[in-house]
């Protein structure tokens, strides 16, 4: 039993998703998810502003199978701040199969990195959604990138879309590769071809800007499990960038407040973002793989 409860009006993850019908490519990536705890063995941070539910590394590993991914890349969560032992652990007992975002201070040790780098972590996250956490001034993040130079990691960037016109300076900066989780989260109400989300297509002109076309759940307006007015906005960008985009499932989905998504749903989403088998194993394969698992 864990010595933490999680938020009263935390939903937990569906535990029976249905299987996909949509058959991914042989050796899929799940390049975005989380593990949580279990709470008694890795417990949640202090400064955390949300209790989950429990949701280890086993229960993730039978969600891969079960939905018929090959590897995952498991990205460091909010409530257990810059505490990546749950993360380690995880790494440690894929047997090769995952690879790792972590959170770091600018006072991380060098033990502590080349840990992290030796178990499979490749990247740091930097969130600035004021919701989960109190974003820091720029130079902290600049701390934290001289440190992890020296090892080649990428960066992970979450934020809402508005957001983007404040941080742009900032981001468009970044010496290395920029991942973006859930594509800067637009506002799908607006037009795909409008001046906001337009902005975000500008910072993926860049080279190094790479973007996860991934949480039609967080995003949608309408009634799961189609999410029809996410579709254009993803498909966008796998069309206009095939090289630099990434799926996940964002399992086990933090932070949902209206409802849980059908992980085997959102599975058969894919196939309406990324027409193609050409442009599947780009998203699914291809670009994971070059990203997270070519040293």
């Known amino acids: 039993m864990s010595a933490f409860t999680m938020d009263a009006d935390w939903l937990s993850f569906d535990p029976a998703p249905s299987k996909p019908a949509f058959q991914l490519p042989a050796g899929a990536v799940d390049a975005h998810c989380h593990v949580f705890g279990p709470g008694d063995i890795f417990p949640y941070a202090s400064e955390r502003k949300y209790t989950p539910c429990d949701a280890g590394k086993e229960k993730l590993f039978a969600l891969r199978d079960f939905l018929g991914f ?141 973007s996860k076309v991934s949480c039609p759940e967080r995003l949608s307006k309408s009634r799961p499990p189609d999410y029809d007015d996410v579709v254009p906005f993803a498909r966008s960008l796998v069309e206009r960038f095939p090289d630099r985009v990434l799926w996940g499932t964002d399992w086990p989905h933090p932070n949902m407040k209206n409802h849980m998504p059908d992980d085997g749903a959102l599975v058969d989403f894919i196939p309406r973002i990324a027409a193609t088998e050409t442009l599947q194993r780009k998203l699914l394969v291809d670009n994971p793989m070059r990203l997270y698992w070519q040293a």
């Open 70 to 210: 090959e590897r995952n890349v498991i990205v460091q969560a909010t409530c257990h701040g810059a505490d990546n032992r749950a993360l380690v652990d995880a790494l440690r007992a894929a047997n090769g199969r995952a690879r790792g975002v972590a959170t770091v201070r600018p006072d991380v040790t060098e033990e502590a990195l080349a840990e992290m780098d030796a178990a499979g972590v490749r990247g740091v996250r930097f969130n600035f959604v004021r919701r989960l956490v109190d974003p820091k001034p720029d130079a902290y993040y600049r701390g934290i990138i001289e440190r992890i130079a020296p090892l080649g990691w990428h960066i992970v960037v979450y934020f809402e879309a508005a957001d983007l016109e404040e941080r742009w300076d900032f981001f468009t900066s970044l010496p290395t590769t920029v991942v973006v989780d859930h594509m800067g989260r637009p506002d799908v109400t607006k037009p795909v071809d409008g001046p906001e989300f337009g902005r975000f297509m500008a910072l993926m002109e860049r080279d190094n800007i790479w």
